[in-house]
């Protein structure tokens, strides 16, 4: 017999946020809860003069990280196996002083790629993951840049892409929106407002601009009770003025984009859900990384099942091809319900991107849709929402200054 | 709804900084090329009269990436661009051939990388 939290369940939601690495914005959680596998504190890679550069607290809200650190295939590559190349290398996350460097050029300025938030800079993210289920295990789904990682959330799959190509030549597996709709679904892909648009479905763009809506429609949807079966968001790219003159600021926490309006959205997408009492019953929300943005982590990436495309040396840049049989690195993910467990940590169990469209497919379409080998064989986390329901005075609210 | 019992305040820690000057994230110049992209399939009246070449700052991405995602949503894969001003006579396949080719585009998505 399935889980309540389960029976009862209607509408999945991600959010997905941008560029930043597990241990940058949740290893200091280890400190206070020894399951999350974070930061003891001592972890380090070597300064560009030998010596061991060890993480520190010091991650602040912005005017870091100005040179935005390498996050595409070769940097990436540079970072998990500290420079080493050709067959028989082993990965060691190494390499990410190194590649800091080569873009800040400046040793003291390239420390910062070691630096982490200390939870209390991260009330929002901090309460969500000691509140309901922080994933120990979930990496981006290759070792690179928004684009092919946002795409393995969408399609599971980058049909080959390593980069940021959005044109999928020869698209054989449908959207997660397009199965969704085609089954007699409802989906949809919230983006912040028209001037910061969506990220990466562009071709659904041009040929279903039904599926999308503004976050402030979300937020409405939340209110009357009309959320789709399916909800994507995405943050605001870009600062600019709103409808109104008012001022919007990214909210993707994009380096350099304020952290904090990071933190903001974030609770601003979970009060919407929560602030709807059927809604927040009915409802999973994951709060996810697309990719680790270049910033330190100490989890070496695992291999993982191919999805049958392979990228050529031309196009990783690296003189090597690549099967898509490595996932990337590891990266901040949260799953928010009544149903978890209060302080779940998600341990021995591998996830990536692929898990999103493959638990959307499996809950509602019941596993009845073509997708790759590498997606239908990856991790579900419905299985999370195990418990009974919550009671309101143990769930958090947040109230958020402006 | 009932007022929470649980509630996390979370005060901002330092003054708003908007920044509509600041230069664009490589992520957002990536977008701006696909947008342009996709915005070639339009009738050039539908166009942003920006050369996407010279938008440096958020601002002017901003209103780039408005224009050309209010227009797709709008005109919805209507207004591809036209091969013809003119209606073009029946049973040429010349013509027929050059629209199918369009249509195939847009609805399988295949475009430049």
């Known amino acids: ?402 | 709804m009932a007022k929470h019992v649980y509630v996390v305040k979370v005060q901002r820690p330092h003054a708003k900084r908007f920044e509509p000057d600041r230069p664009i994230t490589d992520l957002v110049r990536n977008q701006l090329m696909h947008l342009s992209l996709a915005q070639r399939q339009l009738d050039k009246k539908h166009h942003h009269p920006a050369d996407v070449y010279s938008i440096k700052t958020d601002a002017q991405a901003a209103e780039f990436i408005r224009h050309v995602t209010a227009k797709l949503h709008s005109l919805k894969g209507k207004a591809a661009k036209p091969t013809r001003k003119a209606k073009p006579p029946k049973a040429k396949p010349r013509k027929s051939k050059s629209t199918t080719k369009s249509s195939r585009f847009m609805q399988k998505g295949k475009g430049r990388s």
């Open chain 1, 1 to 402: 017999m399935p889980p309540v939290g389960i029976d009862n369940l209607k509408h999945i939601v991600v959010l997905m946020m941008e560029n930043r690495s597990f241990d940058h914005m949740l290893g200091a959680l280890k400190k206070d809860d020894r399951r999350i596998d974070g930061l003891n504190g001592n972890e380090s890679n070597p300064g560009v003069d030998g010596n061991p550069v060890t993480v520190q607290a010091k991650a602040d809200y912005r005017d870091q990280l100005v040179h935005d650190p390498d996050h595409h295939f070769p940097g990436t590559d540079l970072q998990i196996f500290g420079g080493q190349t050709g067959a028989g290398r082993v990965a060691n996350m190494q390499g990410f002083v190194k590649s800091y460097y080569t873009q800040a050029k400046d040793a003291n300025l390239a420390k910062e790629i070691m630096y982490y938030f200390t939870p209390e800079k991260l009330p929002v993210l901090t309460t969500l993951a000691q509140e309901f289920a922080v994933f120990n295990r979930w990496f981006s789904s290759i070792p690179g840049p928004t684009i092919c990682n946002r795409a393995f959330a969408h399609y599971g799959t980058s049909f080959g892409q390593v980069g940021m190509n959005v044109f999928y030549i020869g698209k054989n597996i449908d959207s997660i929106y397009g199965r969704m709709i085609q089954a007699g679904k409802t989906a949809k892909i919230y983006y912040y407002d028209q001037q910061s648009s969506t990220m990466e479905i562009v071709n659904l763009l041009q040929h279903q601009p039904e599926v999308f809506g503004a976050f402030s429609q979300f937020v409405t949807d939340c209110k009357i009770g009309k959320l789709p079966d399916y909800s994507f968001i995405e943050p605001a790219y870009n600062d600019h003025t709103g409808p109104g003159g008012g001022e919007i600021l990214a909210s993707d926490q994009h380096p350099t984009h304020d952290v904090y309006e990071g933190e903001r959205f974030i609770s601003m997408v979970y009060n919407a859900i929560r602030g709807n009492d059927a809604l927040w019953s009915t409802t999973a929300l994951l709060v996810v990384y697309d990719e680790h943005g270049g910033l330190y982590d100490h989890v070496i990436p695992p291999a993982c099942t191919g999805d049958g495309f392979t990228a050529q040396p031309g196009d990783t840049g690296t003189a090597m091809p690549f099967a898509f049989d490595r996932l990337g690195v590891r990266v901040p993910a949260i799953l928010i319900s009544p149903y978890v467990p209060k302080g779940t940590v998600v341990d021995g169990r591998i996830f990536e991107h692929a898990c999103i469209p493959n638990t959307i497919t499996d809950f509602f379409l019941n596993g009845d849709a073509k997708r790759t080998g590498r997606e239908a064989k990856s991790e579900t986390f419905l299985d999370l929402l195990s418990g009974p329901m919550r009671t309101d005075d143990d769930i958090p609210w947040f109230e958020i200054g402006n």
